[in-house]
């Protein structure tokens, strides 16, 4: 069997920005590796995100993608992972991620959506209560002012009836409507960066599309940037200014999507676009697999 990892890597050429000036998020040399793992999650991973910019980290289930999101978020806690980096700057800060600690950082201006709002959100805390935590942790207001605040927040996100919506705990709502509150309780904080990991992998295709469309039109509004993390590359190809390609814990292309074609250099990156179902595959059997692509990258095209 082919193995992908002695694939040669070569640097994409959506490069990093060199423009300080719009650079929000800049990662060099961040490697992070778990326990005492012989083979890092993350291997000196560095990559940049512009200011307004959106930006997906794609690759195979395993790769790394969500170490990557949590490292640079600071959610890896002390004892769980070991991290190293060169230097990781948001929004003209240095960030310390190298000594985690036993409680997870919090990082003005950064917000972080997951996959499961069920295991995010607090089971028994109303909407209401979650909400009113998180504004008056970001600013000094009042209780009341903080429930207005919500109220505004749940509308903006699409909820209908938001003072039944504040009273209810997050199981009487639906998986939709979950992930609209979580994408408006990141946002409610005005964060220039939005991280977004597997926001809509356990939604119907078409409330997938609608929450994507949510965090896109939000972070729109607010001038932030968005790093979204995905198994999906159509998704990426919809909704991302550029994307970071994982494979075994190292980025091994990072290319505008408009012109991810030409731009992708990495076999894997090019096995993955080739795996996608297009038109051009109706005469095909079945669809190629990674490996197979890559011992032979022409069983990506229909029989004539
Ligand atoms: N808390 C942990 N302790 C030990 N190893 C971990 C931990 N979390 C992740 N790993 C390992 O680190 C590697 C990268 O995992 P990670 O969850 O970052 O991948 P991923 O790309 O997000 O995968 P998925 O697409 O399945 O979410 C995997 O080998 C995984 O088993
Ligand atoms: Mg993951």
Request: hydrophobic letters at 40%; a neutral charge.
């Amino acid at each position: 069997m082919t193995d992908l990892a002695v694939l040669s890597k070569q640097s994409g050429s959506g490069a990093a920005s060199s423009d300080p000036e719009q650079g929000l998020l800049q990662v060099s040399g961040l490697t992070v590796t778990y326990g005492d793992g012989e083979s890092a999650a993350v291997k000196a991973a560095s990559f940049d995100v512009r200011r307004g910019e959106r930006v997906a980290v794609v690759g195979e289930s395993g790769s790394g993608k969500t170490t990557m999101a949590l490292a640079v978020a600071g959610l890896l806690t002390a004892g769980s992972a070991q991290i190293t980096t060169e230097e990781i700057v948001f929004a003209g800060k240095q960030l310390k991620r190298e000594r985690p600690r036993k409680v997870p950082f919090r990082t003005p201006g950064l917000s972080m959506v997951f996959q499961d709002a069920m295991t995010s959100l607090d089971p028994v805390a109303s909407i209401g209560s979650q909400f009113r935590s998180v504004l008056r942790g970001v600013r000094k207001i009042s209780r009341r002012e903080a429930g207005e605040r919500a109220a505004e927040w749940l509308a903006r996100v699409g909820m209908a009836d938001t003072g039944r919506v504040m009273n209810l705990r997050p199981y009487e709502l639906s998986g939709g409507m979950r992930q609209r509150v979580m994408v408006a309780l990141a946002m409610c904080g005005r964060p220039q960066l939005l991280i977004a990991d597997e926001p809509t992998s356990a939604l119907d295709a078409s409330v997938s599309r609608d929450v994507m469309d949510l965090m896109v039109e939000m972070t729109d509004q607010e001038g932030a940037s968005l790093l979204i993390v995905t198994h999906d590359i159509e998704l990426c190809r919809q909704y991302a200014d550029r994307m970071i390609v994982m494979y075994r814990g190292e980025i091994v292309d990072i290319c505008h999507t408009e012109r991810i074609e030409q731009e992708a250099t990495h076999p894997y990156t090019r096995a993955l676009l080739a795996c996608v179902p297009t038109l051009n595959s109706v005469g095909l059997d079945r669809l190629p697999t990674l490996e197979q692509f890559v011992r032979d990258p022409s069983s990506g095209s229909a029989a004539a």
